[in-house]
């Protein structure tokens, strides 16, 4: 009886330790608390003077562009800027890229909810849209450019848990045609739970952690 309950231990540990180090692996790289981690779509109308996607460097003063770039160039954070690097991607006449959040959602806080970065004062502008169910697109507002527009879920009446969030271009103005956006942030208080139910980091960190010292016990006690 004794050796069972042994034989079932272990393998209660082992297939625990495997979930939780799947789940730690899971956790996108761009993954970061308050900013867009996920490009969910992205169209080129060809509006540009290049195939895209395309956007380029800045570092509020001087940068390169425009030049051919990767879409994640709009997830995450850009600590430091303006005053360091940072990477844009461009949206000209008709182009969008689509955005989502896998270790949260956003939900209408107090305030402005939603601010969307973009760089140089050329009069860019771009529409931009939010969806619960990433079908649906719903326009929330207009982004300006050289500075973050903040954006209310509020104005629209939108009480659903935002997943996607939609930047469409509305002209070709600038150094590097269209608008240029650099991150999509949400503050603190926006911030509503992981969609679908995924984990947030947080609570991965936390299962991991767990997990070794499950397995820390076994090799203390020997099971």
């Known amino acids: 009886m004794m050796n069972c309950i042994k034989i079932i231990k272990r393998w209660f540990l082992t297939v625990t330790t495997a979930f939780g180090l799947l789940l730690l692996l899971s956790v996108p790289a761009q993954a970061t608390i308050g900013f867009a981690d996920i490009v969910l779509d992205y169209f080129d109308s ?10 380029g460097t800045w570092d509020g003063i001087s940068g390169t562009y425009p030049v051919p770039v990767t879409l994640d160039v709009v997830l995450g954070d850009d600590p430091g800027y303006p005053g360091v690097v940072a990477n844009f991607l ?10 989502g959040f896998t270790d949260e959602t956003v939900i209408d806080g107090i ?29 929330l507002g207009i982004a300006k450019d050289d500075v973050s527009t903040a954006l209310d879920l509020a104005s629209i009446g939108f009480t659903d848990a935002v997943q996607g969030i939609k930047i469409v271009g509305l002209d070709t103005l600038g150094g590097s045609p ?46």
């Open 46 to 55: 060809g509006a540009g003077p290049m195939a895209g996607p395309y956007g």
């Open 90 to 99: 461009s949206l000209p006449t008709g182009s969008y890229v689509t955005v």
């Open 178 to 223: 269209g608008f240029d956006v650099i991150n999509i942030q949400v503050l603190p208080g926006s911030i509503g739970p992981p969609p679908n139910g995924v984990p947030e980091p947080s609570t991965l960190l936390l299962l991991g952690s767990g997990l070794i010292g499950l397995a820390g016990i076994r090799k203390k006690f020997k099971i």
């Open 111 to 139: 305030g402005n909810d939603i601010f969307i970065l973009e760089v140089g004062p050329n009069g860019e502008q771009a529409d931009v849209f939010v969806s619960a169910d990433l079908v649906n697109f719903i326009f």
